[in-house]
Nanobody
Framework: QRQLVESGGGLVQPGGSLRLSCAAS????????MSWFRQAPGKERELVAA????????NYADSVKGRFTISRDNAKNTVYLQMNSLNPEDTAVYFC?????????????WGQGTQVTVSS
């Protein structure tokens, strides 16, 4: 059974840091590109950070560049999102995403999300 489980969310003050984790099971982790998305109340889900399957390339939303870092530990089947200098606009539910393309078809899997709240 394919499963993505996020953890590490919580309440943090502006300027603080959090590290989110996403543990994958039921997939060959090294074959999957991994991403983090977020969705704030009343807004659409947006891409925050992405990593290729090999981890050799990453990209970030402009709003988080220089503050967030995506990384992956293939030995642990886990992808991380280090978030620094958090501000209230980062408040959202953060979702882990795994995707792979086979024979022209994308297969995409999602975690259940973890809440991040930035507030004083």
């Amino acid at each position: 059974q394919r499963q993505l489980v996020e953890s590490g969310g919580g309440l943090v003050q502006p300027g603080g840091s959090l590290r989110l984790s996403c543990a994958a099971s039921g997939i060959t982790f090294t074959n999957y590109a991994m991403s983090w998305f977020r969705q704030a109340p009343g807004k659409e889900r947006e891409l925050v950070a992405a990593s290729t399957a090999g981890g050799d390339s990453t990209n970030y939303a402009d709003s988080v560049k220089g503050r967030f870092t995506i990384s992956r530990d293939n030995a642990k089947n886990t992808v991380y999102l280090q978030m620094n200098s958090l501000n209230p606009e980062d408040t959202a539910v953060y979702f882990c995403n795994a995707r792979i393309r086979r024979l022209g078809t994308w297969y995409v899997y999602w975690g259940q999300g973890t809440q991040v709240t930035v507030s004083s």
